[in-house]
């Protein structure tokens, strides 16, 4: 592998508070595969693993109390990661991943895109376009075309569903979300709370090295970014037990991209049975992982300030769509309506201006690993100095960083995201039994000297677990 310096990996390293040095340990290589884009997402996903993968390994030299392990970014092993829900089957047969609902509209001045995976979703979406339930793509296509794209945004927001009009780079900059996103950089970790002590981790037995072994982690996310996050945690040998509640159970097909070496339970937080489970897993937790819009786990004691005044010392990681202020900080979103309102769908249209979208669906796959070397910067600091962490992440702030801040970034020896001939996605799938079926998976890119090259347990079903730590 070919050693080379990235100032995006630099940036990212350094917002996260690591000894700068250390970047030269991570060693690039490989063929980089994502179809071709405008923006560069293959340095995108290159440079959010390799800081994911240098923390792993720092975490690794902490308990061990060697030198930090080398890091290995191979372009080959990210770009299959960074599609992984493309690539599974389950049984043979490939997951749902978008909806029909779920697309770009023609507008009567310009386009919108709505996101209608989720069956409450769908019914809200239909609810405020004044369509019947059973309503398809044609009654929606007809609907939408008569109206302004800004008026469909503002409409579907009121009655609960989600639709965003499609902007260009410089509208989204001008406008109110787009400057609150600007005003902040692209992570935060900070410490939070009375300074509780230091808590050193006892030194790795056996191999490979798992930095997380002994460690306990609370899964609040749903989706791509955060599970990707909590994933790649397991991986690295953390108990990681997966927290969603019975009415809104998460899509299997998902999970079982998602889910590797996690378990999976269901609690209702609003329930006194609920919260008293909660909070017995919480006595027992270092990390908590959230992933819903700002403020809507609050009423269940869930901020990071009353998370760590009940558990000194814990790393909460915190991931939204749009950031936690601005006039769209409590709104919810997903990877594909942040690209149309970012102007990432702009810069990606066709020849005939209708908009794109990256090759892979990088805020959510790049948020997850930048959250997930957030935690282990965390957990690192806290074996150090003690204290307890918060980091905070937001899908529009990544995509800030893909359009305003990684230009150049991309490889010198070919254009963005250009595939090379070398290039075969299945030296990085395997194949395993679950409780599920046979599945087909991505390999995990995150790899360092002595560290893991999968996962030790394939998911399972959905909420099937019991509520407590192994």
């Known amino acids: 592998m070919e050693l080379r310096q990235h100032s995006g990996t630099d940036l990212a390293w350094a917002l996260l508070g690591g000894e700068p040095g250390l970047t030269g340990r991570i060693a690039y290589g490989g063929p980089p595969s994502l179809p071709a884009a405008r923006l560069p997402v293959m340095a995108l996903a290159r440079t959010t693993v390799a800081v994911c993968a240098l923390a792993a390994a720092e975490l690794t030299a902490e308990r061990d109390g060697g030198p930090v392990p080398a890091v290995r970014v191979d372009d080959g092993a990210v770009a299959t990661a960074f599609v992984s829900e493309r690539h599974l089957r389950i049984d043979g047969r490939p997951p749902s991943v978008f909806a029909p609902l779920s697309r770009f509209w023609p507008t009567a001045d310009g386009w919108v895109r709505t996101h209608a995976n989720y069956p409450h979703h769908r019914a809200r979406l239909l609810q405020a376009?004044?369509?019947?339930?059973?309503?398809?793509a044609a009654q929606t296509a007809a609907e939408l075309a008569g109206r302004r794209a800004?008026?469909?945004?503002?409409?579907?927001?009121?009655?609960?569903?989600?639709?965003?009009?499609?902007?260009?780079?410089?509208?989204?900059?001008?406008?109110?979300?787009?400057?609150?996103?600007?005003?902040?950089?692209?992570?935060?970790?900070?410490?939070?709370?009375d300074g509780a002590p230091p808590r050193p981790l006892p030194p790795l037995a056996g191999a490979p090295s798992l930095p997380c072994a002994g460690l306990r982690v609370l899964d609040l996310t749903r989706v791509i970014a955060g599970p990707?996050?909590?994933?790649?945690?397991?991986?690295?040998?953390?108990?990681?037990?997966?927290?969603?509640?019975?009415?809104?159970?998460?899509?299997?097909?998902?999970h079982c991209d998602t889910g590797f070496g996690k378990r999976s339970t269901a609690l209702d937080l609003g329930s006194r049975s609920g919260r008293t489970a909660f909070e017995e897993l919480l006595a027992g937790a270092d990390v908590v992982v959230t992933g819903y819009r700002p403020g809507a786990l609050?009423?269940?004691?869930?901020?990071?300030?009353?998370?760590?005044?009940?558990r000194p010392g814990l790393v909460v990681a915190r991931l939204s769509a749009w950031g936690d202020d601005g006039p769209w900080g409590g709104r919810r979103g997903f990877d594909s309506l942040v690209q149309v309102a970012?102007?990432?769908?702009?810069?990606?249209?066709?020849?005939?201006?209708?908009?794109?979208a990256l090759p892979a669906q990088a805020l959510d796959h790049g948020t997850g690993y930048l959250l997930a070397a957030a935690v282990l910067r965390g957990l690192t600091e806290r074996a150090r100095a003690g204290g307890s962490g918060v980091a905070t992440l937001a899908l529009?702030?990544?995509?800030?960083?893909?359009?305003?801040?990684?230009?150049?970034?991309?490889r010198a020896d070919g254009p963005p995201g250009a595939a090379e001939a070398g290039y075969d996605a299945g030296r990085w799938l395997r194949d395993t039994d679950s409780p599920v079926g046979r599945l087909r998976y991505a390999l995990p890119p995150v790899s360092f000297d002595g560290g893991p090259d999968t996962w030790a347990t394939p998911p399972g079903r959905c909420g099937t677990d019991a509520p407590v730590w192994r």
């Open 150 to 193: 800004e008026e469909i945004e503002a409409t579907v927001h009121a009655a609960g569903g989600l639709a965003v009009a499609a902007r260009t780079p410089e509208e989204w900059d001008a406008h109110g979300q787009g400057r609150a996103v600007a005003a902040h950089p692209l992570l935060t970790l900070d410490r939070i709370g």
């Open 298 to 310: 609050d009423r269940f004691g869930l901020a990071p300030e009353a998370l760590v005044e009940r």
């Open 129 to 136: 376009l004044g369509l019947p339930e059973a309503a398809g």
């Open 228 to 254: 990707v996050a909590t994933r790649t945690l397991a991986l690295l040998g953390a108990d990681v037990l997966r927290i969603d509640a019975p009415q809104l159970p998460e899509s299997q097909d998902a």
């Open 342 to 356: 970012t102007g990432i769908a702009a810069i990606e249209a066709d020849e005939e201006g209708e908009p794109g």
């Open 396 to 410: 529009a702030r990544t995509a800030r960083w893909l359009v305003h801040g990684l230009r150049g970034e991309e």
